[in-house]
């Protein structure tokens, strides 16, 4: 009876659907935190660290779940990789304000954001797996 329930719980639609959820309410209420925090300035500090700390949580997920030996234990990637990072991190949102600084004629601060954004989410990424032990070819 409970096996529709179980088969419910780790389908990969369930687990996206929490994980997306989850994430982009994490991006939320984090981004509203750092907005806060910040006051007002020009450097889009919230969308900048939301990227970065999702890379860095997708580093140590990738790590210990893509490659795992058991083939179930791979669904945590759905949910926490591909659903929870994939709704909190803000790859459109970044784009849209690296165009506004452009369009603002702050094209030194658009370049500031836009290559680091990148970098360090690369760091992010590479940090997490050399933590892990993981290599990063797998």
Known sequence: MLDWF???CVHPVTLLAV??????NARYW???FVARL???VEFPWATFLINVSGSIILG???ASFMR???PTQRNWYLLLGAGFCGGFTTFSTFSYETYRLMEDGRLGLAAVYSLGSVVAGLLGVWAALKLSGTPAGG
């Open 68 to 70: 795992h030996p058991d």
């Open 38 to 40: 910040q006051g007002e």
């Open 6 to 8: 179980i088969a419910f």
């Open 19 to 24: 994980g997306g959820g989850t994430g982009a």
């Open 60 to 62: 140590f997920v990738a």
């Open 30 to 32: 984090f981004g509203r």
